[in-house]
Structures are given as C-alpha cells and as structure tokens.
C-alpha cells in the first residue's frame, strides 16, 4: 500500500539524498489529483513515465513542495527519513523484496552506512540463498524465513533510530542464538553497525 502521507515527508528530504529514486512521485502526484490538489507541478509530475530522469523532474518536485506550501529538508536526517519510510512499507507487507532492495541502495548511496548495513547483508542474503540455497551474509535467515527476519530487523532499526528505544533494539539483537555454528560474516559486522 503506498504511504502518500510518509511519502510526502520522504519527498521533502529529496534534495539531501544524492540518488533519491523519484519513481514514486509520479504515484504522489496523481495521488495529490485524485484529492483534488492539481497545481501546475504537481500536473507535470503526473505526466512523467517511469522510470523517471531525475535531473528533468528535480525541479518540478522543488515547485510541488513550494506550492504546497511544504519546506525542502537538507541533511543527515534525509536518510533516517528515507529508510524509515521503506521500513514502514516492509512492515506493512507491502513489496518486501523492492524496499529492501531500495535500502539496499540507499546504504550503498550513503556510503555503507553502518545504520543500514543489517539491510545490505539481508539483501546479499536473499539473494544468495536463491542463488547457492545458502546465506553467509545474516545468520538465522532461511528461504523459509527470511521475510520475518527483514521485518524483524525493520522493527529493531525503527525502534532504535525512529524511537529511541536502543535498549530494546538490543534485546532484539540476538540473532547468534538461532544458529550458532552457522558460518556468517553477520559476526564481524554486527559489532559494526551498532
């Protein structure tokens, strides 16, 4: 289900995102439409085809904001902003595999941030064991499991970094109980992240 609310508070941080993925503007515009809000750059927004050139619909986007009154955001929260929304998604069953593949380039987007670093391994991970029937990048996560595990680690993330619950982030966190003779590199990065 697509968020057009948390979707509007990601979009104002789009300025802050070095490779913001515009695709869903098209989806918030014609959103925007359908509730009656039809100003001149929310129209053109409309009309773009995916996959969007993000260069031709930057400004357009500015020009949405300002005539809906709305302030573009720059900073580092762009990116707590934008990974909380793709988390939100995830734990509403929406597209798992798309939103952690968007976290997935978000991390890579921000410099392996340590913050996203559980998403990148449970991306390789999925992905590995479609491809070999086997995960070294995040220990307990089976094909039988692994989108329990990505909810898990969302909820985990947004309780920690939405919330400010670090203590119960870290009761969460103890995912070398399920397998420990399991070879993973989720050991050494576990540390990392933190």
Not at 90 to 116: F, M, Q, V, W
Request: net charge negative.
């Amino acid at each position: 289900m697509f968020d057009h609310k948390k979707y509007t508070e990601i979009l104002q941080w789009h300025n802050g995102i070095e490779h913001f993925d515009y695709d869903l503007s098209i989806d918030w515009a014609i959103e925007l439409m359908r509730n009656g809000i039809e100003t001149e750059s929310v129209l053109i927004i409309a009309s773009f085809q995916k996959p969007v050139d993000r260069e031709e619909i930057k400004p357009y986007i500015s020009g949405a904001l300002k005539e809906l009154n709305l302030e573009e955001k720059y900073g580092e929260h762009s990116i707590i902003s934008n990974a909380h929304y793709h988390l939100e998604q995830i734990l509403s069953d929406y597209e798992i595999r798309g939103n952690l593949t968007k976290l997935y380039k978000l991390c890579l987007n921000a410099n392996s941030d340590k913050r996203l670093m559980p998403f990148y391994l449970l991306y390789h991970g999925w992905d590995e064991l479609e491809q070999i029937g086997a995960n070294y990048y995040f220990e307990g996560a089976d094909l039988n499991n692994i989108e329990d595990v990505i909810k898990e680690q969302a909820q985990i993330w947004i309780d920690k970094y939405i919330h400010g619950n670090e203590d119960k982030a870290e009761q969460k966190i103890d995912l070398s109980k399920k397998e420990p003779n399991s070879k993973s590199i989720w050991k050494s990065v576990k540390t990392f992240w933190k």
